[in-house]
């Protein structure tokens, strides 16, 4: 296999376990240049935190882009997480018609809500401008709250195989090539993901562990990704990275004094097994 160069595009939490402090580790731990792209800087994440420092990082990017493009430097894969507004998703679909390899794979993780809501700095004009970025990816990776916001469909707790069919069948509708829907639970106390590649549907289960914990969102598409860049199929990637978190979120309950993020560093070794 050659050596590959992914870029991920998100925000950076200095303290937090979140966004690029686990997406820069993990993907390297799966073998793979990591290269980063800050939208913003933060001195800690906003869950659990007050009094937080940001620094807007739009205005970089542009010119970040274009010192690439003049240096000839291309991406096997570019990955986005956290983008903090409408207008840093526009420089995020110019930086990958500029800058993607022959072949790269593009993965997005649209995070911007969970539980039946968007994030407290989003609103419905962000979700359409999201929507046109989901168009560039070969693999969307959604919470189902994030679906049913880019699918138009109402949000449920309950729910059978028809409706998240239904909501997978309306990303690809978006342009989306393949789906990977994360938490999907169709039995108490089980969940899993849904995964949806070159028109087959497959499901993998397992335990679902009480309380949420931050950041296991950004482990587990750093891990997804880094796993198919290595070559697995989509299926295999989200498998291994549903383990790899349930692993994250057993470790971080040995310490109920971390409560700011998932400890995904002492079993990375499991991961890197994989």
């Not at 390297?28 to 792209?37: F, M």
């Not at 022959?102 to 999201?130: Q, S």
């Not at 949420?212 to 070559?231: C, E, M, N, P, W």
Request: glycine share 10%.
């Amino acid at each position: 296999m050659s050596y590959k160069r992914i870029l991920t595009i998100q925000d950076i939490s200095c303290v937090g376990q979140c966004s690029l402090t686990v997406a820069l580790p993990i993907i390297s731990a799966c073998g793979i240049e990591t290269s980063v792209l800050p939208s913003a800087v933060l001195s800690t994440h906003t869950m659990g935190f007050t009094g937080f420092t940001f620094r807007d990082l739009t205005e970089d990017m542009p010119a970040i882009c274009a010192h690439w493009k003049k240096e000839g430097l291309t991406f096997d894969g570019i990955y986005t997480g956290y983008l903090g507004s409408a207008k840093q998703i526009e420089y995020v679909k110019s930086i990958i018609a500029n800058t993607a390899a022959e072949g790269c794979l593009v993965a997005i993780d649209p995070a911007m809500a969970d539980n039946g809501n968007l994030y407290p700095t989003f609103d419905l004009a962000y979700v359409e401008e999201m929507k046109k970025l989901c168009a560039e990816a070969d693999y969307l990776l959604p919470n189902i709250t994030e679906a049913c916001f880019l699918a138009g469909m109402d949000y449920r707790t309950e729910y059978d195989r028809a409706y998240i069919d239904a909501l997978i069948a309306k990303l690809c509708g978006l342009g989306a090539k393949n789906v990977i829907l994360t938490g999907v639970s169709y039995q108490k106390g089980r969940t899993g993901v849904a995964v949806y590649e070159n028109g087959e549907m497959q499901y993998y289960e397992h335990e679902q562990i009480a309380g949420g914990i931050h950041g296991t969102g950004d482990i587990y598409a750093s891990a997804f990704v880094g796993a198919k860049l290595r070559g697995k199929s989509a299926y295999d990637a989200a498998k291994i990275a549903a383990d790899y978190v349930v692993e994250c979120i057993l470790e971080s309950r040995k310490d109920p004094d971390h409560t700011y993020g998932a400890r995904f560093e002492p079993v990375l070794g499991k991961l890197i097994a994989k």
